[in-house]
Nanobody
């Protein structure tokens, strides 16, 4: 398994931007599909975005399409989530995850970070 550590969360006003980072340990980072999920208080953890092994293919949940961008730098063992035009409903703990195959379900990702809090004020 790969170890994941998120950073970059914080408090931002609606309409603002944040960039989350997820640093991975180990030498096999480029073999993993990487994803971002989020969990708001009292809600299920939900898919946000995923990127394939090379970074050439991405997919997004409908609520974030056009506002969020996932990217990766395999040389730095890091995946990013650029979040623009943030809304109060984006408030959640954001988790980075690694999986062995291309999929977007929680059960498809075997390694998870500890999460980073994102709070968007209105």
């Amino acid at each position: 398994q790969v170890q994941l550590v998120e950073s970059g969360g914080g408090l931002v006003q609606a309409g603002g931007s944040l960039r989350l980072s997820c640093a991975a340990s180990g030498r096999a980072f480029s073999r993993y599909v990487m994803g971002w999920f989020r969990q708001a208080p009292g809600k299920e953890r939900e898919f946000v975005a995923a990127i394939n092994w090379t970074g050439g293919f991405t997919t997004y949940a409908d609520p974030v399409k056009g506002r969020f961008t996932i990217s990766r730098d395999n040389a730095k063992n890091t995946v990013y989530l650029q979040m623009n035009s943030l809304k109060p409903e984006d408030t959640a703990v954001y988790f980075c995850a690694a999986g062995a195959r291309w999929a977007v379900g929680r059960e498809d990702f075997g390694s998870w970070g500890q999460g980073t809090q994102v709070t968007v004020s209105s």
